[in-house]
């Protein structure tokens, strides 16, 4: 059989994380603008666009975890902690998880629709709890819609003073 493929398997999964997370900020009616590949001098893969302005996204997507368990943890280059120290909005590492290997069963078709066999986990990575050498991502930390509303509130944070 002639495989189609023009990615290698490594790009395909970036490609999908990517678009895996676009979908969700999609959902949400929030404009994501990804960095242009060769241009993330600052170790994000975009920026959500909220109102007041934006925060950084940093995507990465793997199927060495499972989406089950307590947290999953990622290695973190010296140069993106500190890109994203100076960063004076937040910047979010986004993990991806497929359960799968086998990209023909990342996504599900059938005849209700189509299944995205994958979930993604957030954590802040600067500020107060910026990473070491190893990023933790907690699995109660599960990227919906819902979770944008909360960013957006730490993003408006970084410019509007809190209340007493």
């Known amino acids: 059989m002639h495989s189609i493929a023009t ?3 490594n790009t395909a999964k970036g490609r999908f994380g990517v678009a895996y997370v676009k979908s969700i900020f999609s959902q ?3 404009g994501f603008n990804e960095t242009a590949p060769d241009e993330d001098a600052i170790a994000v893969d975009g920026s959500l ?11 990465k997507c793997s199927s060495q975890f499972k989406i089950s368990g307590k947290s999953a943890t990622w290695d973190s280059e010296l140069h993106w902690r500190d890109s994203w120290s100076t ?6 590492f986004v993990l991806v998880i497929l359960d799968y290997k086998d990209p023909a069963e990342w996504i599900q078709h059938h ?20 990473p070491t050498d ?10 919906t819609a819902a979770t944008l509303e909360s ?13 007493p």
């Open 7 to 9: 990615l290698d398997p």
């Open 151 to 163: 960013w957006e509130k730490e993003v408006k944070s970084c410019f509007i003073p809190t209340m």
């Open 49 to 59: 666009e909220f109102a007041i302005a934006a925060a950084r996204i940093q995507i």
């Open 111 to 130: 005849d209700a629709g189509t299944n995205h066999r994958a979930a993604a986990f957030w954590v802040r990575v600067n500020g107060a709890e910026a």
């Open 87 to 92: 960063s004076a909005v937040p910047v979010y």
């Open 28 to 30: 949400a009616a929030v």
């Open 134 to 143: 190893k990023i933790v991502v907690p699995k109660t930390q599960r990227l």
